[in-house]
């Protein structure tokens, strides 16, 4: 793992966000500044903030960067599985892609009994639920422990600052949110995925605990792969070597994602209801260099650190200049 002390000149080296004036249909989302063009192209450029809780909590140097470049990883290693939005990448925040029309729900893939947001099956089973997502789950099951079997826990997709709400499949159908054959395909199509990053991970001593897809449909009502797949914001990684003896324990995981900022947070205040204090500059730093270590333990390449004569959005906006000017 990189040295978090060797990342302190990256420390004011962040991209908080990405307002570029030039291009048009700027939509602001919980990490991504979007925009989308008159021709069906969107471009999504991923800025350092971390999202939890239903909140914006830092910025995490390079993590935009992280984010892009291990979507673009997991996207090329199941573009046979299912067809992704992806067009270009002409930076290593951006990416280009179709603008698709998008579902009206995630849908969440589990392996474990884990979890520190309210919608995660660890804190709703701890507060007495048996009965989730539409999955009847034994009592007596332990922290972190591994399901029977894969589920799909999918919930709505709230817009920032509000809750996503569990779903299950009777509601989907019920709320006439999907058809019975979009859903049935749509699932096929996160299990495939899930399974892939499950084995992947596993190759390189990671356990894939759970993860999130968004999905939209192309102009022909294709079901396609959109945002980002198998990402450390989009997925729980735990170091597998590690598991057995830390379950047992009953000590947390060793984990690889933004999880290692949920954890801090939620030891110090319960972040629904109270103010979340200064996340500490080593802390970030720490955070930094989790995202690179889990894009390097994924993709067995070293992580590009950038030139940091030149500030991220400078960068962005240089490499973006050829859509300076497109109407909406």
């Known amino acids: 793992m990189i040295d978090p002390a060797k990342l302190a000149p990256y420390a004011d080296y962040t991209l908080p966000e990405a307002i570029i004036p030039e291009l048009p ?20 450029i991923a800025s ?43 930076d290593p925040n951006v990416l280009v892609c179709k603008r698709l029309d ?54 709505t997709k709230a817009e920032q600052g509000e809750h996503d709400a569990p779903l299950s499949a009777s509601d989907i159908l019920a709320r006439r949110l999907l058809t019975d054959k979009q859903w049935r395909e749509v699932s096929e199509k996160a299990l495939a995925l899930f399974a892939c990053g499950r084995e992947i991970a596993a190759r390189q001593g990671l356990i894939l605990v759970d993860t999130k897809y968004e999905f939209g449909f192309d102009e022909r009502g294709n079901i396609v792969l ?9 997925s729980r990684y735990w170091v597998a070597e590690s598991y057995p003896a830390r379950v047992t324990a009953g000590t947390p995981p060793q984990t690889l994602d933004k999880d290692f900022i949920r954890r801090w947070v939620a030891e110090r205040c319960d972040p629904y209801k109270e103010p979340v204090p200064e996340i500490p500059q080593d802390v970030i730093l720490q955070a930094a260099a989790t995202y690179i270590d889990v894009y390097e333990t994924l993709t067995g390449a070293p992580f590009a650190l950038p030139d940091r004569s030149m500030s991220p959005l400078t960068r962005v906006r240089d490499n973006l200049q050829k859509y300076f000017g497109e109407a909406a």
Not at 113 to 128: D, E, F, H, V, W
Not at 130 to 140: E, S
């Open 25 to 44: 249909g700027c939509y602001r989302g919980k990490v991504r500044d979007n925009y989308d063009l008159k021709d069906g192209t969107r471009i999504l």
């Open 102 to 155: 998008m579902m009206p729900v995630e849908i969440v893939v589990r392996d474990y009994l884990a979890g520190t947001t309210s919608t995660s099956i660890l804190q709703m089973y701890k507060k007495g639920s048996r009965k989730m997502y539409g999955h009847r789950f034994p009592d007596g099951m332990r922290d972190n422990e591994k399901l029977p079997q894969t589920i799909i826990t999918p919930t």
């Open 226 to 234: 959109a945002d980002e797949v198998h990402t450390p914001d989009s």
């Open 48 to 90: 350092d903030r971390i999202s939890a809780f239903d909140r914006n909590l830092a910025v995490i140097p390079l993590k935009g960067q992280v984010l892009t470049q291990t979507a673009r990883f997991w996207f090329e290693a199941t573009r046979e599985i299912c067809p992704n939005h992806v067009l270009d990448y002409p």
